[in-house]
C-alpha cells in the first residue's frame, strides 16, 4: 500500500494568503514543506480521500496521475474538502474520456448535499438518477457509520467525527490486505462510541492521520477540530489501546497557522510526543 499527501492544510491553505502574522510570514520565507494545500490522501493510485479544490494543481507538482482513480472517500461537504467541478468535468460535455466508473462514497447527508450542489451548478440532474450517473461515469455508495464495506480490495469502515452541528461527517479505516490507514481529519476529540467500536475491531494500523489545525498551547475545540496536546494523547491512546503496529506511525495533517510552528521546528516537536508531521508530496510504502 502506498500513501500520498496531496495537501495537509486546513480550510484557508497555509500560509493564509491575506496573512501577516509570524507564522505565515515565516512559511512564506522558508518555503518548501511549509507550503500547504487543502488537505487530501492518495492511497495507491485508485482511491482518493476527498476531492478537494487543489487535488488538481498538487498532483501536477507531485507528478501523481489521478487519471486512474476509481474510490472517492469523502469525508464531509465542506468547500475546502470537496470541489463539485471536478466531478461536473467527468461530462462528456467537457469532451472528457474517462478510464472507468468512479465510486463516490460517504455518508447518506453528504451525498445529498453534494446533489443539492450539481443542482445548482449545473444542468444535469440528480446524482440519484441513473441517467445523471451514466453521463458523469459516477456511482454513489452511501455509507452507515461503523459499517464494513468491501470495495474493489479494500476494507472500508466510516467513524463518525466530531465536527459542527451538521450529521454525516466520516473519519475512515482501510484496509488493504495486511496494511490499514486511519484517516481522522476534520475532527475534534474522537468520541468514546469511537473508540469502542475501534477496539471491537481490532484492527492493528499502521498509520493513523489526526487533525492538528490547532498547535502548541491551543486547546481542541468541542466539534470542530483537534491541537497538539489532544494529538499527542490520542497517540498515546492508540497505543496503549493496541490499535497501532509496533512500528506503525502516527502523522498529523489539516494545519493552520495557531500555534503551529514551521515544519521542521513542528516535527521535531511532535517527536518528543509520539507522532510526527505530514507535509504535501509526503509518500509513505507500507510494504508487505
Same mark, same amino acid.
Given at each position: 500500500?502506498?500513501?500520498? #499527501?496531496? @495537501?495537509?492544510?486546513?480550510?484557508?491553505?497555509?500560509?493564509?494568503?491575506?496573512?501577516?502574522?509570524?507564522?505565515?510570514?515565516?512559511?512564506?520565507?522558508?518555503?518548501?514543506?511549509?507550503?500547504?494545500?487543502?488537505?487530501?490522501?492518495?492511497?495507491? =493510485?485508485?482511491?482518493?480521500?476527498?476531492? !478537494?479544490?487543489?487535488?488538481?494543481?498538487?498532483?501536477?507538482?507531485?507528478?501523481?496521475?489521478?487519471?486512474?482513480? @476509481?474510490?472517492?472517500?469523502?469525508?464531509?461537504?465542506?468547500?475546502?474538502?470537496?470541489?463539485?467541478?471536478?466531478?461536473?468535468?467527468?461530462?462528456?460535455?467537457? +469532451?472528457?474520456?474517462?478510464?472507468?466508473?468512479?465510486?463516490?462514497?460517504?455518508?447518506?447527508?453528504?451525498?445529498?448535499?453534494?446533489?443539492? &450542489?450539481?443542482?445548482?451548478?449545473?444542468?444535469? +440532474?440528480?446524482? #440519484?438518477?441513473?441517467?445523471?450517473?451514466?453521463?458523469?461515469?459516477?456511482?454513489?455508495?452511501?455509507? /452507515?457509520? #461503523?459499517?464494513?464495506?468491501?470495495?474493489?480490495?479494500?476494507?472500508?469502515? @466510516? &467513524?463518525?467525527?466530531?465536527?459542527?452541528?451538521?450529521?454525516?461527517?466520516?473519519?475512515?479505516?482501510?484496509?488493504?490486505?495486511?496494511?490499514?490507514?486511519?484517516?481522522? /481529519?476534520?475532527?475534534?476529540?474522537?468520541?468514546?462510541?469511537?473508540?469502542?467500536?475501534?477496539?471491537?475491531?481490532?484492527?492493528? &494500523?499502521?498509520?493513523?492521520?489526526?487533525?492538528?489545525?490547532?498547535?502548541? !498551547?491551543?486547546?481542541?475545540?468541542?466539534?470542530?477540530?483537534?491541537?497538539?496536546? =489532544?494529538?499527542?494523547?490520542? /497517540?498515546?491512546?492508540?497505543?496503549?489501546?493496541?490499535?497501532?503496529?509496533?512500528?506503525?506511525?502516527?502523522?498529523?495533517?489539516?494545519?493552520?497557522?495557531?500555534?503551529?510552528?514551521?515544519?521542521?521546528?513542528?516535527?521535531?516537536?511532535?517527536?518528543?510526543?509520539?507522532?510526527?508531521?505530514?507535509?504535501? @508530496?509526503?509518500?509513505?510504502?507500507?510494504?508487505?
Amino acid at each position: 500500500m502506498n500513501i500520498t #499527501f496531496l @495537501g495537509t492544510a486546513a480550510a484557508p491553505s497555509m500560509p493564509i494568503p491575506f496573512c501577516v502574522c509570524e507564522v505565515c510570514s515565516e512559511a512564506r520565507r522558508v518555503g518548501g514543506k511549509n507550503l500547504r494545500r487543502r488537505s487530501s490522501l492518495v492511497i495507491n =493510485d485508485d482511491l482518493l480521500v476527498d476531492i !478537494g479544490p487543489d487535488i488538481a494543481a498538487a498532483s501536477f507538482q507531485q507528478q501523481i496521475s489521478l487519471a486512474g482513480i @476509481g474510490i472517492c472517500l469523502q469525508t464531509h461537504p465542506h468547500a475546502d474538502h470537496l470541489d463539485i467541478g471536478f466531478l461536473l468535468s467527468r461530462h462528456t460535455e467537457y +469532451g472528457t474520456e474517462v478510464s472507468g466508473d468512479l465510486l463516490l462514497a460517504g455518508s447518506d447527508e453528504t451525498l445529498r448535499v453534494i446533489d443539492d &450542489f450539481v443542482s445548482k451548478q449545473s444542468a444535469y +440532474g440528480s446524482i #440519484f438518477d441513473s441517467e445523471t450517473q451514466s453521463a458523469l461515469k459516477l456511482k454513489l455508495l452511501s455509507l /452507515t457509520p #461503523f459499517e464494513a464495506y468491501s470495495i474493489d480490495g479494500y476494507h472500508i469502515t @466510516g &467513524f463518525p467525527a466530531s465536527h459542527g452541528n451538521d450529521q454525516g461527517f466520516l473519519l475512515y479505516s482501510i484496509v488493504q490486505g495486511d496494511h490499514a490507514v486511519f484517516y481522522g /481529519t476534520d475532527t475534534s476529540v474522537l468520541s468514546e462510541e469511537v473508540w469502542e467500536h475501534l477496539q471491537q475491531e481490532r484492527t492493528m &494500523f499502521d498509520v493513523v492521520i489526526l487533525d492538528h489545525t490547532y498547535g502548541i !498551547g491551543f486547546e481542541s475545540r468541542p466539534a470542530d477540530h483537534l491541537a497538539s496536546k =489532544d494529538v499527542a494523547a490520542h /497517540t498515546d491512546r492508540f497505543r496503549e489501546c493496541g490499535l497501532l503496529k509496533d512500528n506503525g506511525l502516527v502523522y498529523a495533517t489539516h494545519l493552520s497557522h495557531e500555534g503551529n510552528l514551521v515544519h521542521d521546528e513542528l516535527d521535531e516537536y511532535a517527536r518528543n510526543f509520539g507522532y510526527r508531521v505530514a507535509y504535501d @508530496g509526503l509518500s509513505l510504502k507500507l510494504d508487505d
